[in-house]
């Protein structure tokens, strides 16, 4: 069984015992997390689609860890201009590990 929620803007496809990484959540690590936002059921007799949640259905997860992500640079010139500018950005992630799919 798998499911496709979405968390911070973003769609995942999670199955039981998956680890990822979703946008930072404000749970403590060693917290539950039950994340109600489910677009896609898959099951054994085919997908449940939501119009544009599956109604009931929920997906368990732990905390594991909060983080922030590798450096991203951003580099703008101009040539034979003498103008540079320079900045990174690290964005905070939390790490999850799906428990259980309910639905």
Do not use: C, W
Request: without cysteine.
């Amino acid at each position: 069984m798998y499911a496709v929620i979405e968390t911070g803007g973003k769609q995942y496809r999670v199955s039981e015992g998956d680890t990822i990484r979703v946008e930072r959540l404000q749970e403590e690590p060693g917290s539950t997390v039950e994340l109600t936002n489910v677009l896609l059921l898959g099951k054994d007799d085919g997908p449940m689609v939501g119009s544009p949640l599956v109604e009931g259905a929920s997906v368990k997860a732990s905390v594991l860890e909060h983080g922030k992500e590798n450096k991203v640079i951003i580099f703008r010139y101009r040539r034979k201009k003498k103008y540079r500018k320079f900045k990174g950005h690290r964005q905070q992630y939390t790490a999850l590990k799906v428990e259980a799919i309910n639905g």
